[in-house]
C-alpha cells in the first residue's frame, strides 16, 4: 500500500533554532500532502495543504512565515518551524491523498518536536 | 468550533466484549467519514470510512454506524481484543472543506485482558 515517510521521529531543539521536517511520498506521487499538529489529549489539527509546485494554504491562526512548508516535488513536503520556542514543542504529522475509496488519506509516522 | 466531536475521553472495556465509540457532527454539508487508530508517537492509521448514502459500513470486526439526522456516527468493535487498545479519531470530510479531514478528539480505549 501507499506509504509515508516523515523524518525525523523526534527532535530536540534550542529555543531561536529553525528545525526541518521532512514528509515523503515513497511508492505514489502526491500533489497535495497535508501538515497537522496534536497537542498531548488534543485531535489533530490541520495546519497547513501542501500544494506542489505553488503555495502552501494555511489555516486560520496558523503562522505561515513561522511555519514555512515547501512542496518543490511529487513526492516530498517540507515543514520547517523558524525561531522555535517551547510553545512549537508539539507533535507534527504530515498526511498525502493516494486517491481510493476512503479519499486514500495515509499519514506519516508523526515528528515528537521539543523546544528547550 | 469543534465540528466533529467525540465526547469520551476514554472507554475501558473487557477482552471479548463489544466496544462502542461515539462521534457528533455539526456540519450538515459532512459527506464522508473515517476511523481512525491511533498509537502513541505514531500517526493515524485508516480503520473504515462511510459514505453519507449509507447508514452501515462492515469490515471484520469493525462496523460504522451513520445516523445522518442525528449527525451521529459509532464505531462498533466486537470482539474486542487487547490489541485494539489505542486512541481512536473520527473525521469527517464534505461542504467546502475541499478535501480536508476535520478530525474529533479522540476516545481512548482501553481493552483489558
Known amino acids: 500500500g501507499a506509504v509515508v515517510s516523515q523524518h525525523p521521529s523526534w527532535v530536540i531543539c534550542k529555543s531561536g533554532t529553525s528545525v526541518k521536517i521532512e514528509c515523503r511520498s515513497l511508492?505514489?506521487?502526491?500533489?497535495?500532502m497535508f501538515w497537522y499538529r496534536q497537542f498531548p489529549k488534543k485531535s489533530l489539527m490541520l495546519m497547513a495543504t501542501?500544494?506542489?509546485?505553488?503555495?502552501?494554504?494555511?489555516e486560520q491562526g496558523v503562522e505561515k512565515d513561522k511555519f514555512l512548508i515547501n512542496h518543490a516535488s511529487l513526492t516530498l513536503s517540507t515543514l520547517t518551524v523558524t525561531s522555535a520556542h517551547p510553545e512549537d514543542s508539539s507533535f507534527y504529522i504530515c498526511?498525502?491523498?493516494?486517491?481510493?475509496?476512503?479519499?486514500?488519506?495515509?499519514f506519516g509516522s508523526g515528528t515528537r518536536l521539543t523546544v528547550v | 468550533d469543534q465540528q466533529v466531536k467525540q465526547n469520551s475521553p476514554s472507554l475501558s472495556v473487557q477482552e471479548g466484549r463489544i466496544s462502542i465509540l461515539n462521534c457528533d457532527y455539526t456540519?450538515?454539508?459532512?459527506?464522508?467519514f473515517l476511523w481512525y487508530k491511533k498509537y502513541p508517537a505514531e500517526g493515524p492509521t485508516f480503520l473504515i470510512s462511510?459514505?453519507?448514502?449509507?447508514d452501515k459500513n462492515e469490515d471484520g470486526r469493525f462496523t460504522v454506524f451513520l445516523n445522518k439526522s442525528a449527525k451521529h456516527l459509532s464505531l462498533h468493535i466486537v470482539p474486542s481484543q487487547p490489541g485494539d487498545s489505542a486512541v481512536y479519531f473520527c473525521?469527517?470530510?464534505?461542504?467546502?472543506?475541499?478535501?480536508?479531514?476535520?478530525f474529533g478528539q479522540g476516545t481512548i480505549l482501553t481493552v483489558h485482558p
Open positions: 511508492d505514489f506521487q502526491a500533489t497535495t
Open positions: 462511510i459514505s453519507s448514502i449509507k
Open positions: 498526511s498525502a491523498r493516494t486517491g481510493g475509496s476512503n479519499y486514500g488519506y495515509t
Open positions: 473525521a469527517a470530510i464534505g461542504g467546502t472543506s475541499y478535501g480536508k479531514l476535520t
Open positions: 501542501s500544494n506542489e509546485g505553488s503555495k502552501a494554504t494555511y
Open positions: 456540519n450538515s454539508m459532512f459527506d464522508y
